[in-house]
């Protein structure tokens, strides 16, 4: 495979990444992240960008050390199967969030070490309210949203693909309960996620630029 064709490829498989609203990330034996969809980033108020080279032990704590043994231990011998990690983390909320990382070996056979696939299967907890809190990546999108940007632009200011940006003004949407981004703007202002009075709109609590 040419570099270009490879190039050509992976930005392909990035784009549809990108629009799968299941947490996703792709990375190195020793838990490194490689790639991130905006599904998961969105899990810590991130950017993709913000969570690439930091590592999963560091993003999620493990709520048992015999799950993390069962693997590095499949990992050493060469076994390829699906191993699932009960995991907790803080996604902006006291009480932090809980699910299970679903990890699959991925690459060729005969590689020692390969890549791992991990996909997040969070707990929901039926007695908890939809959070007000955003993330600061949320908090940008709904201020450049409420300015009458378009989603491109948006895009392009937070650093996501157009299909990121629609990933967190759906999520959103759903978390909040309102059919279209018009809608949407004005819950953030009555929920006090965006500063009333400001032009250009800003997140609560951020200063506007350039007056």
Not at 11 to 26: E, G, K, S, T, Y
Not at 118 to 147: F, H, K, N, Q
Request: glycine share 10%; net charge positive; charged share 25%.
């Amino acid at each position: 495979m040419g570099s270009e064709e490879y190039v050509a490829w992976r930005n392909h498989f990035i784009a549809l990444l990108d629009r799968l609203p299941i947490p996703i990330a792709i990375c190195q034996a020793n838990g490194e992240v490689a790639v991130v969809n905006p599904a998961m980033a969105a899990e810590w108020g991130l950017a993709p960008g913000q969570v690439r080279g930091r590592n999963l032990l560091d993003l999620f704590r493990p709520l048992a050390a015999a799950q993390i043994e069962r693997l590095t231990e499949a990992l050493r011998l060469g076994h390829r199967s699906r191993y699932t990690i009960d995991v907790r983390w803080a996604a902006g909320e006291a009480s932090g969030r809980e699910g299970e990382l679903l990890v699959d070996t991925v690459g060729e056979p005969t590689r020692t070490y390969p890549m791992l696939l991990a996909v997040l299967r969070v707990r929901e907890r039926a007695e908890e309210t939809p959070a007000v809190e955003v993330g600061e990546v949320e908090g940008r999108i709904l201020a450049l949203a409420a300015s009458g940007a378009t989603t491109t632009a948006i895009g392009k200011a937070v650093g996501l693909t157009v299909d990121g940006v629609n990933y967190h003004l759906s999520r959103l949407s759903r978390r909040w309960r309102v059919s279209n981004r018009t809608a949407l703007v004005a819950k953030a202002y009555v929920l006090g996620v965006l500063e009333p009075g400001r032009w250009p709109p800003v997140p609560a609590g951020q200063r506007a630029r350039g007056g």
